[in-house]
């Protein structure tokens, strides 16, 4: 398997949901590897994105596939949800809710561990 296409940053106005915890809505960040297996022990992600060489430790999160398919840690859940709004120091703020603290636009991702394919749930 190989990759199909550059890794891209979210435009601006999109983001990652850090805030959302129910329905393990986080899982995909908080199961993230601290160190990734092939990467010498180093934390600072093995790839760059555009001019950045290396992305510093604490600004990605990524899942392993294994060469079957499958989640290198495929029992451990893998959800998140990509918004529209804007993160600062770990706290989503929406930039339209349906009342609440529910986001009106979002994109709920699931992979599934056993075999690496996705669910997506929208509103």
Do not use: C, H
Request: proline share 8%; net charge negative.
């Amino acid at each position: 398997m190989e990759q199909t296409g550059e890794w891209e940053f979210l435009p601006d106005g999109i983001t990652l949901d850090v805030s959302a915890s129910s329905d393990n809505l986080n899982t995909f960040v908080a199961n993230s590897p601290e160190v990734f297996p092939f990467n010498q022990g180093r934390k600072e992600a093995p790839v760059g994105i555009g001019e950045y060489k290396a992305l510093p430790a604490g600004t990605y999160a990524a899942r392993i596939f294994l060469p079957t398919g499958s989640l290198k840690n495929p029992s451990a859940p893998a959800k998140m949800q990509i918004v529209e709004g804007s993160t600062t120091d770990g706290k989503t703020a929406y930039a339209v809710t349906t009342g609440g603290e529910v986001p009106a636009n979002y994109y709920r991702v699931t992979l599934l561990g056993a075999t690496g394919g996705t669910k997506v749930e929208r509103p």
